[in-house]
Every structure is written in structure tokens, then in C-alpha cells.
């Protein structure tokens, strides 16, 4: 006889499925902060969360903002997150010899240099004007 288990969730799914809105930058800030609490504890494996690290996210970024995300919404912005990290580090990552503008939180580098960076990657083209929000140089 076929037994159909029922997939049991760590974290409750959102009760709102509106699409999630990460246009405010504290709100990112604290998801940034909930994570690297979990890289810190040892609740990250690999390039992933454990399920306690994953739950313990969705618990205090929705304490912190008073929203209501599940592990879903928060996991495709920690995918998100990495790709732009993985862009930025890859146009960035090994160069020397640019100066940094404080500004625009990015590097400070002359038209021809981004002109053929942009031909190169055009995902580069959007760090030219504004760098990644939570970057320190």
C-alpha cells in the first residue's frame, strides 16, 4: 500500500505570497546581519545554511523587520546576494592600482577601463555608477 509522507516544513510558509520587496537597504542590512550571525555560529556549511541556521534567519530577520518571509523568499535573496557578489569580486577581485570613490561606494577608474570591462561582462555596466551597498573598502 503507497503511503504518501507529508514534506514537513522547518519554518512555516509566509502568510503572505505577495512577491517579496527588498527595496529598503535596512531591510537587506538585517538580513546580511541574521546570516553572517549563523556564519558565525557554525550554522553554515559549504555555500549553504544548515536547517537550524536557515530557521534561526527567518526568525530574526522577520523579529528585526516585521515582516513575514519564509525560508523561500529569504533563500532566493541570499541567492541573489551571492550572484552580485560573485560579479562584483570577479570585476574587482584581483584588480589594484584603481582608486575608490566613497560616493558612489565604488571603484574610481577611467571611461576606457569600464568601456572595456562592460564589453567584456555586461553585468559590470551596473557598478560603474553605484558599487554594492554594504561594501567597505
Known amino acids: 500500500m503507497y503511503t504518501h509522507k507529508k514534506k514537513v516544513l522547518a519554518v512555516p510558509p509566509s502568510t503572505n505570497d505577495s ?3 527588498w527595496k529598503d537597504p535596512i531591510a537587506t542590512e538585517h538580513f546580511l546581519k ?5 556564519v558565525t555560529k557554525g550554522e553554515h556549511i559549504g555555500t549553504s545554511f544548515t536547517k537550524k541556521g536557515w530557521k534561526d534567519i527567518v526568525f ?20 541573489n546576494l551571492r550572484k552580485e557578489w560573485r560579479v562584483w569580486d570577479k570585476l ?16 574610481d577608474a577611467p571611461d ?12 559590470y555596466g551596473k557598478f560603474r555608477d553605484n558599487g554594492l551597498p554594504f561594501i567597505t573598502n
Open 19 to 21: 512577491k517579496a520587496c
Open 34 to 38: 541574521a546570516c553572517f550571525d549563523q
Open 60 to 79: 530574526q530577520f522577520n523579529a528585526l523587520t516585521g515582516r513575514k518571509y519564509d525560508k523561500l523568499k529569504l533563500n532566493n535573496m541570499y541567492d
Open 92 to 107: 574587482f577581485g584581483k584588480v589594484t592600482g584603481l582608486g575608490w570613490n566613497s560616493e558612489k561606494n565604488t571603484v
Open 112 to 123: 576606457v577601463w569600464w568601456e572595456n570591462k562592460v564589453l567584456e561582462n555586461s553585468l
